[in-house]
């Protein structure tokens, strides 16, 4: 079946036209926060399938995150471009079949197996798209390419997508370093191409989602997500973590914690046990809830904690209560004057150990850092932002830090068993 495709270049951000038809192999889009560098993927991505021969996989560092972003994403492209009727979603395997038997076909790099057994119903995978490919390691993108094998119609391509964080990343070092002037905004080889782009070059925002992005007061977070630069990390405030596939350990005491939130801020759960002798903190499980009312929170809380003691942010008793009746045991945590330092301070003493595939929480304590005044000095104060995660870890150990919020200080509090 032959699809005439015309779609009106009025559809796509003008910074991205002269890459509809781009055959080079590795590209890579990148910059600040709502520059629309995934909405054109998806666009292009539907396109493709519309022209025929591609097989797309499309992937994320975790399964569990494909679903409400980049799967959404191109599911909402198919509907702006009103070829719905053309598209078969598999909902369940995360497959989209289009015209011709071509497929999307979704995965996490955190199942290996699944994405190693990926193959699509007709022809070999043409298009490998990485969301979010700061979260990936190297080796993940390495065994990705070898995916790229076989006869196909059209060119092979693999696809990055990305904010940048540092400087010592290794997407950095692979493709940037000694390439990137920082004064550009593309770099093109016949193998490699480089589109840099922000909220400037994206014609879709509002005025109000201008302003916001503009408003950023902290030198390093508008650098990096409203100027989409890489970034130079300033005082990070941890740096005693690692990570470490923690799959075959075994533990029988946990701690559990909850920042609430609902769409652009989300609910943030954290699942960790804490080895006192040790001085270690073993962190098994943090995941950030986006759009659950309390009802569909408490279901994806008691999947992860059971009827297990779960810390909750003190400031929403509403919502704890709603918790209980849902069949969460929820507490408020104790909060307070001092108390978010006092945590911090307590956390930096321990060893972190952070299961693999949590990059949500890599992130958050990668780039969590120290306020700092106009001159550059630090203050006694963290920047309040990507800290749901830490905020919900400090809520579900305040008992063993020994925290109270009348006394301002440590006292002997009883322990989450027994409670």
């Known amino acids: 079946m032959k699809i005439n495709v015309n779609v009106s270049k009025k559809c796509f951000n003008p910074v991205y036209l002269p890459y509809v038809d781009s055959e080079v192999y590795t590209q890579i889009f990148y910059g600040g926060s709502s520059s629309g560098k995934s909405y054109f993927l998806a666009q292009r991505c539907i396109l493709d399938m519309l022209k025929g021969g591609h097989n797309y996989l499309v992937v994320r560092k975790v399964a569990r995150t494909v679903r409400k972003s980049v799967y959404n994403e191109i599911t909402k492209a198919i509907t702006r471009f009103h070829v719905a009727q053309l598209f078969h979603e598999n909902k369940s395997e995360l497959v989209i079949t289009g015209p011709n038997g071509y497929q999307i076909m979704f995965a996490g790099l955190d199942d290996v197996e699944k994405v190693k057994s990926i193959t699509p119903a007709?022809?070999?995978?043409?298009?490998?798209?990485?969301?979010?490919?700061?979260?990936?390691?190297?080796?993940?993108?390495?065994?990705?390419?070898?995916?790229?094998?076989?006869?196909?119609?059209?060119?092979?391509?693999?696809?990055?997508?990305?904010?940048?964080?540092?400087?010592?990343?290794?997407?950095?070092?692979?493709?940037?370093?000694?390439?990137?002037d920082a004064s550009s905004t593309r770099y093109d080889s016949d193998l490699l191409s480089i589109l840099k782009t922000t909220y400037k070059d994206n014609t879709f925002l509002t005025e109000g989602d201008r302003r916001e992005l503009e408003s950023e007061k902290d030198p390093y977070f508008r650098d990096v997500?409203?100027?989409?630069?890489?970034?130079?990390?300033?005082?990070?405030?941890?740096?005693?973590?690692?990570?470490?596939?923690?799959?075959?350990?075994?533990?029988?005491?946990?701690?559990?914690?909850?920042?609430?939130?609902?769409?652009?801020?989300?609910?943030?759960?954290?699942?960790?046990?804490?080895?006192?002798?040790?001085?270690?903190?073993?962190?098994?499980?943090?995941?950030?809830?986006?759009?659950?009312?309390?009802?569909?929170?408490?279901?994806?809380?008691?999947?992860?904690?059971?009827?297990?003691?779960v810390v909750c942010d003190s400031a929403e008793p509403k919502s704890i209560q709603e918790l209980r009746q849902y069949g969460v045991t929820?507490?408020?945590?104790?909060?307070?004057?001092?108390?978010?330092?006092?945590?911090?301070?307590?956390?930096?003493?321990?060893?972190?150990?952070?299961?693999?595939?949590?990059?949500?929480?890599?992130?958050?304590?990668?780039?969590?850092?120290?306020?700092?005044?106009?001159?550059?000095?630090?203050?006694?104060?963290?920047?309040?932002?990507?800290?749901?995660?830490?905020?919900?870890?400090?809520?579900?150990?305040?008992?063993?830090?020994?925290?109270h919020s009348t006394l301002g200080a440590r006292v002997k509090m009883p322990l989450a068993g027994a409670m």
């Not at 790229?148 to 904010?163: D, M, P, Q, W």
């Not at 080895?275 to 962190?283: E, H, K, P």
């Open 122 to 180: 007709r022809g070999v995978i043409t298009d490998i798209w990485v969301e979010e490919a700061t979260e990936a390691e190297y080796g993940d993108v390495r065994q990705l390419a070898k995916r790229l094998r076989g006869r196909a119609a059209v060119e092979k391509r693999l696809i990055l997508s990305f904010n940048p964080v540092y400087q010592t990343h290794w997407i950095y070092r692979e493709y940037f370093k000694g390439r990137w």
């Open 330 to 403: 929820a507490i408020p945590a104790e909060k307070g004057k001092d108390s978010v330092n006092f945590g911090i301070q307590w956390l930096q003493k321990l060893q972190i150990v952070v299961n693999a595939n949590l990059p949500e929480l890599v992130n958050e304590l990668t780039v969590y850092k120290w306020d700092e005044d106009k001159d550059g000095n630090v203050l006694p104060r963290p920047v309040d932002r990507d800290n749901h995660l830490l905020d919900a870890l400090r809520y579900s150990l305040f008992r063993e830090m020994g925290w």
């Open 225 to 309: 997500y409203t100027n989409g630069n890489w970034g130079v990390l300033g005082k990070v405030i941890f740096t005693n973590w690692h990570v470490e596939d923690l799959a075959e350990k075994h533990f029988d005491t946990f701690q559990n914690g909850l920042d609430f939130g609902y769409a652009e801020d989300p609910a943030a759960l954290v699942r960790s046990h804490y080895d006192r002798r040790a001085n270690t903190l073993y962190i098994l499980d943090a995941r950030y809830l986006y759009g659950l009312t309390n009802d569909l929170l408490a279901a994806e809380v008691r999947n992860v904690c059971g009827r297990e003691v």
